[in-house]
């Protein structure tokens, strides 16, 4: 899937088909977005995290470069013994506020279980699926270098959601700060698997094409209207 191709309309329709409620009332009223690459071996910044919000009534559609899994390293050598945290997609009300990563710089930290699979085999490659278990652990929404863009995750997530470049960060960071003016520091999260928007670009899609062919039958119609009009006149 191109970044092009995801745009609000592609995103609402993803919140509908799993039966999600976006936040759309009022200006600044966050949608934070992980959209997670189907790739289960990319040591890259290969996913993306949006910010979708209203202003003036208008959709705004913000999207950074990011990982939503953890990277290589915390696969191969996991915190904790049961394996390496992958956040289940999901939605998650009110599962995030701003506070500190790690002490150091200003974030959003979580704020209540989320469910969690936990890899343990070591071979690298994600697993997404099996025992879910809701834990505590440190689940953020920050950056990877404080300079420039990073363009391996490694060490950079254990099972975070990381944006690759730290000018996106603070730019994340500025709308978040004015949506936390007007509605408060306590955030959602809606994750996604890049399928789900798939079916949702091809549902857009699919609607184009039939309004394209409603609309060539509307025109040979027409055609043929005023080809019979012309015989009768003659």
């Not at 470069?65 to 013994?81: F, I, V």
């Not at 939605?91 to 959003?108: D, E, S, T």
Request: with cysteine; aromatic share 12%.
């Amino acid at each position: 899937m191109r970044i092009s191709d995801i745009t609000p309309d592609v995103l609402l329709r993803a919140y509908a088909a799993r039966g999600w409620k976006p936040f759309t009332e009022g200006d600044y009223n966050l949608n934070i977005i992980g959209i997670r690459a189907d790739d289960r071996k990319s040591n890259t910044f290969n996913d993306l995290i949006c910010l979708l919000y209203k202003t003036d009534g208008r959709w705004v559609l913000r999207k950074y470069a990011a990982t939503t899994d953890p990277g290589l390293y915390y696969r191969q050598n996991p915190l904790n013994p049961r394996g390496t945290a992958i956040l289940k997609d999901g939605y998650y009300r009110g599962a995030f506020g701003i506070g500190l990563h790690h002490g150091q710089y200003r974030c959003l930290v979580q704020t209540k279980p989320l469910p969690l699979w936990r890899d343990g085999n070591r071979d690298g490659v994600l697993d997404f699926g099996g025992k879910v278990s809701e834990e505590m652990a440190d689940i953020h929404i920050h950056r990877a270098s404080a300079s420039g863009t990073s363009k391996l995750v490694d060490r950079w997530s254990a099972g975070c959601q990381v944006i690759a470049s730290s000018a996106d960060w603070a730019d994340f960071m500025r709308v978040v700060d004015i949506a936390a003016k007007r509605w408060g520091g306590v955030f959602s999260y809606a994750l996604f698997r890049e399928q789900d928007l798939g079916r949702s670009l091809s549902g857009s899609q699919a609607g184009g094409v039939t309004a394209l062919f409603v609309g060539v039958l509307v025109m040979l119609a027409m055609g043929l209207a005023i080809a019979f009009f012309r015989e009768m006149v003659l």
